[in-house]
């Protein structure tokens, strides 16, 4: 018999309040394990989506705000235009390998009563700027032609050599192909030639947005200095830059998980601590008897903190094996309360995170343990025993 | 030979607010090796709380207290710990096994806080006294009251005690379990354990080799007086 088989047929003797405890404890660990896992799934995941966008800076107009900017790659319509003469200009600057226009604006499609984000690019540049894209059919070629992102396509049950129809001077436009999943938010658009899109628009010179790559990366900082020298009023955000900008908005998010965990955590430690001194209370005679049959006080303090390390560290493999389970779940509820989340999974289970979690539960043991536990150590036995 | 127990002036005085109540008064008396003792008494006359000083289970608000010539008054509560342990078995009125333990784990418990291996054999053979070696793995539930009683004497009897303090052990018990336990705590005596038994039973009272009987907190005599056992069964 061993010190776990105690503190279990304790834990048992008391089913329906240990469960409850248990289920406040896993509850909580979840908790806090998920808003972990997530934080680390998302860094990795954005920083990855970024890298292999093969570009390493945009020029967007300047006086758009920080966070807009950042959108550009989420698909939003920028108030403000480039200048006219921006593009020529940055072409011209040295030490860039990729200079590549995009147009982004919304259409309305009537048949299917919706507006569709428009992406004008550069067909030319399209696997420059997305090198991981594959397609189904092919880029489009022909003036009016596009390339439907696969949410849009599975949306409009759209396949290669379809029809689709836009308002604006009633243009058809032929489906040459459509983007395979990519888990990002190119899945939610519809690409054409820019030059196209700038005639439908009626803007002949508009852009919304220059991406660049530059040969050495090393240099980054150089060229972008030229190019502010060259062009006024633009703004240049670097990828980098980009990350910085959606991990403060994630770390203030995740600022807020951990402290609502931390809350959950102290309400599931009180639950301990209320358990542990109601079980103290109703078992006094017990613990008199048990001293009465020679255990110190060390022991009888040792048995009651036992026992509410073995329910916290239970509660706590519970929970990690739920946020496990249900993860899925959990990444669902995060893309659609989070402004911008990367594609690929983002939750995703960590080993040492999980023991980490593991050991942070067996101390809330322990901590909540303490108080009834030093009560437990205190009574004396002739008391406990009532006479 | 040195007494197994022996009091020495031992008073005891209960402070409950303001109230002082005197449950021992000036208790000298000494226990030798080997004897079977009962004590006698009305309820309130100071039984139990003799017996928990005897069991180092209390402290004496005076006098001194000596097992096997050992003063325990002044030893700190891990040493008094420790002589509880080894030298003493306790029996309570209400058994008191830990439920969901079966009984053989329920005997090993004392084992366990002495930090001695747990033997199943000697486990057994502990069951085996008592007559329960078939019922080992049943937990007290499944048990009679009677047979809850002699897990507890197999406990007690565990860690090698020299003295047995069994506090109305049949006090909750039918007549024919009652003779059993006697019967069982007897046997345990020839063996050469002391035992000190507080009862109300007259009967049992008058096998036992030496009567205390107490009123009122004093020990009155040592010879067996019929008027200070009451409620016997
Ligand atoms: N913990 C206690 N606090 C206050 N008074 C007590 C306590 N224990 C016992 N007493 C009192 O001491 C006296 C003796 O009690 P006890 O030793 O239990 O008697 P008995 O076991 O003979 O029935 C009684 O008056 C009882 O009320
Ligand atoms: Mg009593």
């Known amino acids: ?387 | 030979m040195l007494p197994v127990i022996a009091l020495e002036g031992v008073e005891k005085i209960y402070r409950r607010g303001s109230e002082e109540i005197h449950a021992l008064k000036d208790v000298n008396i000494t226990f030798q090796e080997g004897e079977f003792i009962s004590i006698v008494g009305q309820s309130g006359s100071g039984k139990t709380t003799l017996l928990n000083i005897m069991g180092c289970l209390d402290r004496p608000t005076r006098g001194t207290v000596k097992i096997d010539g050992i003063e325990v008054s002044t030893m700190n509560e891990k040493e008094i710990s420790r002589i509880r342990r080894e030298k003493i078995g306790f029996i309570f009125q209400q058994f008191y096994l830990i439920p969901g333990l079966t009984a053989a784990e329920n005997v090993a418990l004392p084992l366990k806080f002495s930090r001695k291996p747990i033997d199943k054999k000697y486990i057994l053979s502990l069951l085996d006294t008592v007559g329960l070696d078939m019922r080992a793995k049943h937990t007290p539930d499944q048990l009679s009251g009677g047979e809850m009683q002699r897990v507890a004497i197999a406990r007690a009897i565990a860690n090698h005690p020299h003295v047995i303090l069994a506090d109305e052990p049949t006090g909750t018990l039918d007549t024919k379990n009652s003779m059993i336990i006697f019967e069982l705590l007897k046997s345990l005596n020839s063996r050469g354990l002391t035992i000190i038994l507080v009862t109300h039973n007259v009967a049992f009272a008058e096998k036992t080799g030496r009567v205390i009987s107490i009123s009122d907190g004093q020990m009155n005599s040592t010879r067996l007086d019929s008027k200070h056992i009451t409620g016997s069964i």
């Not at chain 1, 959108?71 to 200009?89: M, R, T, W, Y």
């Not at chain 1, 949306?155 to 836009?166: Q, V």
């Open chain 1, 1 to 387: 018999m061993t010190i776990l088989k105690l503190a279990l047929n304790n834990i048992k003797r008391r089913k329906t309040r240990s469960l409850l405890t248990l289920f406040g404890i896993a509850f909580s660990i979840a908790v806090f394990f998920s808003i972990l896992s997530i934080n680390k799934g998302f860094e990795r995941e954005l920083d990855r989506q970024l890298k292999k966008t093969g570009i390493h800076f945009m020029i967007v107009p300047s006086g758009c705000p920080y966070e807009v900017a950042t959108l550009v790659l989420h698909g939003s319509i920028l108030p403000q235009l480039l200048n006219a003469d921006v593009l020529e200009k940055v072409r011209t600057t040295e030490r860039l390998e990729l200079v590549s226009p995009a147009l982004v604006t919304q259409l309305p499609n009537p048949r299917a009563g919706r507006v569709d984000t428009i992406y004008g690019i550069d067909m030319a540049d399209a696997f420059k700027i997305k090198p991981e894209w594959q397609i189904d059919g092919r880029l489009p070629a022909d003036k009016f032609e596009i390339l439907a992102g696969s949410a849009v396509a599975n949306a409009y049950k759209l396949k290669p050599g379809d029809e689709i129809t836009y308002t604006i001077e009633n243009r058809r436009f032929k489906v040459a192909g459509i983007l395979k999943e990519t888990t990002t938010q190119d899945d939610a658009f519809v690409y054409m030639h820019i030059q196209t899109l700038q005639e439908i628009i009626n803007k002949p010179q508009a852009v919304t947005a220059i991406f660049a790559r530059a040969k050495d990366p090393a240099m980054l900082e150089d060229i972008i200095g030229d190019i502010y020298i060259k062009v006024t009023s633009v703004q240049i955000i670097t990828m980098g830059e980009i990350i910085g900008s959606i991990m403060t908005i994630v770390s203030s998010a995740k600022s807020l998980g951990i402290s609502i965990a931390v809350i959950v955590i102290f309400i599931s430690a009180i639950g301990i601590i209320n358990l542990m001194l109601t079980t103290v209370f109703e078992q006094t005679k017990e613990i008199g008897m048990i001293r009465a049959i020679g255990a110190s006080r060390s022991d009888i303090f040792s048995m009651v903190i036992n026992e509410a390390i073995v329910l916290s560290a239970i509660g706590g493999a519970a929970g990690i094996f739920l946020s496990v389970i249900f993860s899925p779940l959990i990444e669902k509820i995060v893309r659609n309360i989070t402004p911008y989340v990367p594609g690929g999974r983002i939750v995703t289970f960590g080993y040492e995170l999980a023991v980490l979690c593991f050991f942070f539960s067996i101390i809330i043991g322990a901590v909540s343990g303490l108080f009834p536990a030093w009560k437990a150590s205190r009574l004396s036995p002739v008391e406990a025993i009532g006479g």
